[in-house]
């Protein structure tokens, strides 16, 4: 099973700034099976990337994806009220399909 | 537009059965593939299951293999999880996914609340 590793945490940051998000496989996938998906309070996950780096339906073009092998990284260029979430990665290149712990922003 | 609707959650004693539901609508339900994903309260996600567009081919997690079973009806656009043996830690919210053609899950259904206690 692959295992993701995701940091931090939890990352404070105010409206307006950069975030770096990262996630470390336990081993190398492919990042055509590698994914990002948002999760609000309450709500269902939302995809956001999937092939490590193209945006869904619907994404604005703050959020970008990039990486390969075992380390992934979602960036949100210019943070937005509604992006402070719970940010979880995912691989669907082997069974079972897995994600990470998830990584908290929260408003500085 | 997409939609999943999950239902049959609820209140179960340990070691008792719920079926869970989940109708789609706004795509060819028969030609995707489709999963579980569940949430125990304050967690992460967990992929418990995912069944091919035919239904022929289904894949579980250690977790609830063995317990559960997922099948669909592609005449009723309606994908099921049936769940036996239910154990305390089977508490979550179940969410259904379509599995697009890449294989990624592109649409996230709304939840349905299990909860196991005596």
């Known amino acids: 099973e692959v295992v993701l590793t995701q940091s931090p945490g939890t990352l404070s940051l105010s409206p307006g700034e950069r975030a770096t998000l990262s996630c470390r496989a336990s081993q190398s996938i492919s990042s055509s099976y590698f994914a990002w998906h948002q999760q609000k309070p309450g709500q269902a996950p939302r995809l956001l990337i999937y092939?490590?780096?193209s945006r869904a339906t619907g994404i604005p073009d703050r959020f970008s994806g990039s990486g390969s092998g075992t380390d992934f990284t979602l960036t949100i260029s210019r943070l937005e009220p509604e992006d402070f979430a719970v940010y979880y990665c995912q691989q669907y290149g082997s069974s079972p399909y897995t994600f990470g712990q998830g990584t908290k922003l929260e408003i500085k | 537009e997409v939609q999943l609707l999950e239902s049959g959650g609820g209140l179960v004693q340990p070691g008792g059965s719920l079926r869970l539901s989940c109708a789609a609508s706004?795509?060819?339900?028969?030609?995707?593939?489709m999963s579980w994903v569940r949430q125990a309260p304050g967690k992460g996600l967990e992929c418990v299951s995912t069944?091919?567009?035919?239904?022929?081919?289904?894949h579980y997690a250690d977790s609830v293999k063995g317990r559960f079973t997922i099948s669909r009806d592609n005449s009723k656009n309606t994908l099921y999880l049936q769940m036996n043996s239910l154990r305390a830690e089977d508490t979550a919210v179940y969410f259904c996914a379509k599995v697009g053609l890449k294989s990624y899950f592109d649409y996230w259904g709304q939840g349905t609340l299990v909860t196991v206690s005596s």
């Open positions: 069944i091919s567009s035919t239904g022929v081919n289904t």
């Open positions: 706004g795509f060819t339900f028969s030609s995707y593939a």
């Open positions: 092939g490590a780096s």
